[in-house]
């Protein structure tokens, strides 16, 4: 063997030897020979210099040494006579091809002509080898060759291709049905039943909290591409069902829908998006819902984990619900909810429907959200604490989660604002309505019903019991606030010239600071006696309120009367059984009305409401400076709430909307609420950053969308350390310590000692023992 290599090695010296005389048949048949000692002496496919090589080693110095280029070069006018030299070559190597059992092809990259193309290929095909030319590589083969081979195209154009988002998710989606399949059918799961049944149980015992943490990281990859594969043919199933076919033509019709494409595109390209979308359009229900069928539909659905908060639980309860009704299945299995004391979710559970308090509590003990995929902040524009301080610990994480993905929702968003605040993350609208709701402020709703407002009918009756309050009402106030001022201002400037005397003498005599129930019992009416069916949503500012004109309602003949109308009351301080009452179907031939607070404002779909009534006025959480403490007093709304309001109209059906104020008053209106941030006392708040172990609670609030005042932080703290202060005064320790180090404090033990003694005396007493 050694010896023939070095024959070989000695024979291409020699053809590599240009002084030699008779160089091209001496070579070529030196060459010839240098082949068989080459092809005895490895046993391998023959190559040369531009022919294939398929086995490496000695091959790779003859394919060094036989280069055709060199012999091309230096006979360039000779061209003719190179294409009979070789055929004898080709011969050999053509023969040598078809003994060859591996060896499919010969490629040569030598620079040849047509003719010695058309020589080649007659041999090839008398030999029963296909053959032919690309560009100046010629290749034989022993099977067909096609006419183009991308892999011999040394111009082959590198341009990108852009493929549309939908179709490479479709494209990925197949391909991992496809692989899924096969692994099922190449016997890893369902052949190995006991691997499959291992699986299995392994699924099933271990709650998805903890399955990182106790499985290793091939085995939980398996169990969670098991549960993909599982929740996309469920979620075909659903879709090729009639009822799925239905709702999927539903879901069609919002204006969502057409966005589809672009929204998930922005999704996956941005870390943050800010949409904004008219009131029903389909953010809440339908964009968390887009990214789960897309995850789901490839392959990638046990994988994804979506976040998506409510400023309500209320929101949170009824959104699941609908979801998880559009998506054909039980509530808490994919789709689930979370709200304080109370919830719906499973460990198959990829959407989670929660209050914004609910994610800061995770937040506080999870700070990078480990297995949430997706955040979706809903009614964003409400601005309350909870929400502030979300966006501050989330624009904190996202650097920390680069694969996370926050989107910030609203009908009534500053965009801009929230886009800045993010960095410039990318804003998107959705146009369109899904129904048009009418609205009618004070002067129409005047006009059409016909009532007289007077100052005497103006004047809430809270009953005997607040006596106090309805003789407030006689009293003008004092003070006014920024935006009484500005009501008072609007209204002195409006004529309202194209309305009746009579309704211009109402308007005159209107009076902002009350609520209004005499007027809305008169649009009540009007609504039950003139409009087409349908159910009423009044919005009140608090239970006071509610109860006060339901009581006034129920004694009212029409309104009152239970075989006419069906009155029903939500409050937060309700339980949820109750409020979830709001959600049903009354009587046939009877009209519900649902007196509500802002809670129902937004996210929530009342299906068959139709008529909308706003005082223009909520309970807002506001700081009374005497006491030092937060106080809710009822106050104007804003712009964002009154359309936050209308738009629970116009959901299902078209819809009107009655505001029982002017429309110049909604104009003077604030466009947005201010945050809560900057109108309440930061005492929990402070103490809420304390927990996150922030060094600095200035340097922690100041990053916030709009930072409060240095001195409300200073407030919050200097309150706190009093409170803090208090306690250790009292028992000397550190509040830490205090519930244990009460029971070392003498002191403590006699005074409850005491109350223990007095109090079983008292029972044993009452009880007749004593
Ligand atoms: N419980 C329900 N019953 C019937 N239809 C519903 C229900 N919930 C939602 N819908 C339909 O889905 C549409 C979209 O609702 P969704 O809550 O997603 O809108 P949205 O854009 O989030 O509105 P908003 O800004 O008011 O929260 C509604 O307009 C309504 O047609």
Redesign the pocket.
């Known amino acids: 063997m050694r010896s023939s290599r070095a024959a070989v090695g000695l024979l291409l010296k020699a053809v590599s030897n240009k002084n030699n005389a008779c160089y091209p048949f001496y070579r070529t048949h030196t060459r010839y020979l240098a082949l068989l000692l080459l092809h005895s002496s490895s046993s391998s496919s023959i190559s040369n210099g531009g022919f294939l090589v398929s086995k490496r080693g000695f091959c790779g110095y003859a394919a060094e040494q036989f280069s055709d280029d060199e012999y091309e070069c230096d006979f360039e006018g000779q061209k003719a006579s190179s294409s009979v030299a070789n055929i004898d070559e080709w011969k050999w190597k053509m023969s040598l091809l078809l003994r060859s059992e591996k060896d499919q092809e010969i490629v040569s990259r030598d620079k040849r002509d047509r003719r010695d193309y058309e020589q080649i290929s007659n041999l090839a095909k008398r030999m029963g080898l296909y053959c032919e030319i690309y560009g100046k590589v010629v290749v034989a083969s022993k099977i067909p060759l096609p006419n183009y081979r991308p892999d011999l195209d040394d111009k082959r154009p590198q341009r990108e291709v852009v493929i549309p988002l939908g179709l490479q998710r479709r494209v990925e989606g197949l391909l991992q049905e496809h692989l899924d399949r096969v692994r099922l059918n190449s016997g890893k799961f369902t052949d190995n039943r006991g691997d499959s049944e291992h699986l299995d149980q392994l699924e099933n015992a271990i709650p998805d909290e903890n399955a990182d943490s106790l499985l290793d990281g091939s085995v939980m990859e398996k169990v969670l591409q098991r549960r993909s594969l599982r929740m996309r043919n469920m979620q075909r199933a659903w879709q090729e069902s009639p009822e799925g076919k239905k709702m999927l033509d539903f879901r069609k019709s919002?204006p969502a829908f057409k966005e589809n494409e672009r929204l998930l595109q922005a999704i996956a390209q941005n870390q943050v998006i800010v949409i904004s979308?008219e009131?029903?359009?389909?953010?809440?229900?339908?964009l968390p819902q887009y990214i789960l069928e897309s995850e789901i539909e490839s392959g990638r659905g046990a994988f994804c984990s979506i976040i998506c908060t409510q400023p309500r639980r209320i929101s949170a309860m009824?959104?699941a619900e609908?979801v998880s009704a559009e998506r054909g299945e039980p509530l808490g299995e994919t789709v689930g909810y979370k709200v304080r004391l109370e919830g719906m979710k499973g460990k198959n559970t990829h959407l989670l429907f929660c209050t914004s308090g609910i994610l800061l509590r995770r937040l506080l003990s999870d700070r990078n959200l480990n297995g949430i995929t997706h955040v979706f902040v809903d009614?964003i524009h409400e601005r309350g604490m909870n929400e502030d301080f979300l966006l501050i610990v989330l624009k904190d994480l996202l650097p920390r989660r680069r694969d996370l993905r926050l989107v910030l929702m609203s009908?009534t968003l500053n965009a801009e604002l929230f886009s800045n605040y993010f960095g410039g993350a990318p804003t998107i609208h959705i146009p369109g309505f899904?129904y048009p709701v009418k609205a009618h402020f004070l002067e129409d709703v005047l006009e059409m019903t016909g009532y007289k407002l007077t100052s005497f009918n103006q004047i809430d009756d809270y009953g005997q019991d607040k006596m106090w309050k309805t003789q407030k009402q006689l009293v003008p106030r004092k003070r006014k606030n920024q935006i009484t001022a500005l009501v008072e201002d609007a209204l002195n400037k409006s004529s309202f010239e194209s309305y009746s005397p009579r309704a211009r003498d109402s308007l005159s005599c209107w009076t902002p600071d009350c609520i209004g129930f005499n007027l809305i019992e008169a649009v009540l009416c009007h609504i039950c006696r003139k409009e087409r069916p349908g159910a009423v949503l009044v919005f009140m500012t608090g239970w006071e309120d509610i109860s006060c004109l339901r009581d006034q309602l129920k004694a009212h003949p029409l309104l009152g009367d239970p075989n006419r109308v069906l009155l029903i009351t939500c409050h937060g301080s309700m339980a949820t059984s109750e409020q979830k009452l709001i959600f049903g179907r009354p009587p046939p031939n009877v009209r519900k009305v649902v007196l509500a607070t802002n809670m129902a404002e937004?996210?929530i779909?009342i299906?068959d409401v139709v008529f909308v009534v706003d005082c223009g006025k909520a309970k807002e959480t506001s700081y009374d400076a005497l006491n030092n403490t937060p106080c809710l007093l009822p106050s104007w709304i804003s712009q964002a709430s009154a359309r936050?309001r209308r738009?629970r109209a116009g959901?299902?059906q078209p819809g009107e909307c009655f505001h029982l104020y002017p429309r110049c008053v909604y104009h003077a209106f604030a466009e947005y609420q201010l945050p809560e941030l900057l109108r309440t006392p930061l005492n929990s708040l402070c103490l809420q950053i304390k927990s996150l172990q922030v060094p600095s609670i200035g340097e922690f609030l100041s990053a916030a969308l709009q930072p409060p005042e240095p001195l409300a932080e200073i407030s919050g703290i200097s309150h706190l350390l009093g409170i803090y202060r208090r306690y250790r005064g009292r028992y000397g320790l550190t509040p830490q310590y205090r519930c244990v180090g009460r029971y070392f404090n003498p002191w403590y033990l006699v005074k409850e000692g005491c109350l223990l003694f007095i109090s079983a005396v008292f029972v044993l007493f009452s009880l007749g023992i004593l």
């Open positions: 919002l979308g009131t029903g359009c389909g953010k809440t229900t339908q009824a959104v609908r009614e009908a899904t937004a996210s779909t299906n936050q738009g959901r299902v």
